[in-house]
């Protein structure tokens, strides 16, 4: 799985509120197609450090280092803000929690995931309107629906519309934060599936945050385990769950602490 | 804007010339430069009460009274018309409180004060065409924060702007929208021409008059200097198109112009008109002209 080339290298990133509060000096690479679980109790800086990796927050220090399409290294805190917008909606994508945060819910789903080929230049209504159909289709949302808007829509469904509002430019990177949070364990289940499955077509790097050690060990590769914003182990998902080295793994996955 | 207008005295007893004082002018022409100098970019300024009446708006009188002088010549119209009862206030206002000629001609006006309309004699390079605006912001519709809209604009991140066209056609089959059609200017800004039909959007691109926007509430200025790119957002396989009308005008026949579909009897009889009403009573004398030389050509041969 693992090119010679990483797709992304994390140096030394620290963004902090207060010492202990964020995340800091992490490093770290990421390999194509690659998908990396960050796994820690509450508050211990996954969601901090997922937006920082993903240019929506700037670290107090340290860099991220992106090889895109063009196989140039882009160190995203010295890209100019327009660059960075036009990072996160073209090779990259990030799906959150809430769908609220995620989706327009004032348009219909087709403008939704339309949305990502308009801001890059794609002006052909019928082409824009196919692909909408297409990635209803593949995301198994009923494409009769395609012009409601996603308050109408389940919490599955709409996390579902996430996904395809984010893939329809193909990116090569997907941040994800807690995406089955908050959602019936059978409809997580199928959720779980599909991403599998689309992760694997597309081979795509994603990196996924989640209380959920059972969604990170189906999901995940490589794991990141951080406390009071650091990280205290790492390594290959069935190593670190199976045989924890550190402490406070081995009580994450005993269940003694409630993530 | 003919001469210095910062000397001129005032008209009428206990008010400045054009109602507002010399440093709100002077404040309302700094915005006005900056938004000439970048167009389509909506420059906030102090905007300043003025004694209107409500729904009307002050934005586009702000910027007429910043910029009118002695010797302009002022057209004012609402929806097309000039003898509307809000066309008629604002006028007398200004005559008022300034002196100036008025005119209902589009082509003696140096100054036109419009809501709604862009005149369809076309306007020439010595005139100003104020425009009074109700919602500057073209992103609002999707995007209720004021810092986030900034930024959009400074990014150029207008993928918005086409997904509300998008949703027109997944609704209706057609680009639906048919006031406040957003254009881009100098192909960079989007702009809100303000709720002029989009039948008036071409008369936006390249147009030898400057056109300023004033928006009251809001306090934002912009402006398209003349001989500026403006054009209309479309897809396509959806290209932007005007309205058109099978009907021509009552009065005057005119086939081109913007038609108003207006009520004229009791028993719903429906005729349509065109909303510029200078326009047409020029159109009825043209024809006039026309039949008196075909009769004086007549007598002629006899
Ligand atoms: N904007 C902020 N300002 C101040 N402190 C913050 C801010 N965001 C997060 N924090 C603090 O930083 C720490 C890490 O928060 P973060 O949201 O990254 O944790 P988390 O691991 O994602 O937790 P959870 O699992 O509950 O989502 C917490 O103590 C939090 O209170
Ligand atoms: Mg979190
Ligand atoms: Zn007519």
């Known amino acids: ?259 | 804007m003919n001469q210095n207008t910062a000397t001129l005295e005032p008209i009428k007893d206990g008010y400045n010339f054009a109602y507002l004082d010399e440093q709100t002018k002077r404040m309302i022409r700094r915005a006005l430069l900056k938004a000439v100098a970048i167009p389509g970019y909506q420059v906030p300024f102090g905007g300043r009460e003025m004694p209107m009446p409500y729904g009307w708006g002050t934005g586009g009188v702000q910027l007429t009274a910043a910029v009118i002088g002695e010797s302009d010549t002022l057209k004012v119209i609402d929806q097309g018309a000039d003898d509307t009862t809000n066309a008629v206030s604002i006028r007398s206002f200004f005559k008022q409180l300034t002196g100036v000629k008025t005119t209902e001609s589009t082509s003696a006006a140096s100054i036109i004060q419009t809501r709604h309309r862009i005149p369809e004699t076309p306007l020439q390079a010595d005139q100003i065409l104020v425009y009074q605006v109700p919602i500057p912001e073209p992103l609002r519709f999707i995007e209720p924060s004021e810092v986030e809209t900034r930024k959009m604009h400074a990014l150029k991140d207008y993928g918005v702007m086409h997904v509300k066209l998008y949703e027109d056609i997944a609704h209706f089959g057609y680009i639906a929208t048919t006031y406040a059609y957003p254009v881009r200017v100098n192909d960079r800004f989007i702009m809100d021409p303000s709720p002029i039909p989009k039948f008036d959007n071409p008369k936006m691109h390249q147009m030898r008059a400057l056109q300023l926007f004033g928006a009251g509430r809001e306090k934002r200025i912009y402006a398209v200097p003349p001989y500026t790119n403006v054009s209309s957002l479309d897809f396509e396989d959806h290209p932007f198109e005007i309205q058109a009308w099978e009907e021509s005008c009552a009065i005057c026949g005119s086939k081109d112009s913007f038609l108003d579909e207006v009520i004229i009897d009791d028993q719903g009889t429906r005729n349509f008109l065109c909303s510029d009403t200078d326009y047409c009573q020029q159109q009825v004398a043209k024809q006039a002209e026309k039949e008196e030389q075909a009769a004086e050509g007549e007598q002629d041969d006899n």
């Open chain 1, 1 to 259: 799985m693992t090119t010679s080339q990483p797709l992304l290298q994390v140096n030394q990133l620290t963004k902090l509120y207060a010492p202990g509060k964020g995340c800091e000096d992490i490093s770290f690479d990421l390999y194509p197609g690659e998908v990396l679980g960050i796994v820690g109790e509450s508050g211990s800086g996954k969601s901090t450090l997922l937006t920082s990796l993903s240019a929506r927050l700037a670290p107090n220090s340290g860099d991220v280092l992106y090889l895109n399409r063009e196989n140039n290294w882009l160190n995203l805190y010295e890209l100019s803000e327009t660059d960075r917008r036009y990072l996160l909606r073209t090779e990259w994508g990030v799906v959150h929690q809430h769908a609220r945060d995620g989706l327009r819910m004032g348009v219909s789903a087709g403008a939704n995931i339309g949305e990502r080929l308009m801001a890059v230049g794609e002006r052909h209504y019928g082409k824009i309107r196919s692909k909408g159909l297409q990635w209803m289709e593949d995301v198994e949302l009923d494409v009769s629906r395609i012009d409601d808007k996603p308050s109408t829509y389940s919490g599955g469904m709409q996390q579902r519309l996430q996904i395809a509002r984010n893939l329809v430019t193909h990116p090569r990177v997907v941040f994800m934060d807690e995406p089955t949070g908050g959602l019936d364990v059978s409809v997580q289940a199928r959720l779980l599936d599909l991403l599998r499955t689309l992760v694997t077509e597309m081979n795509l790097a994603v990196i996924i945050v989640t209380h959920d050690l059972a969604v990170a060990r189906l999901l995940a590769q490589r794991l990141i385990v951080m406390r009071h914003g650091k990280i205290v182990e790492t390594g290959l998902t069935d190593q670190v769950l199976d045989d924890p080295q550190h402490e406070y793994t081995q009580l994450l996955v005993s269940s003694v602490l409630t993530p």
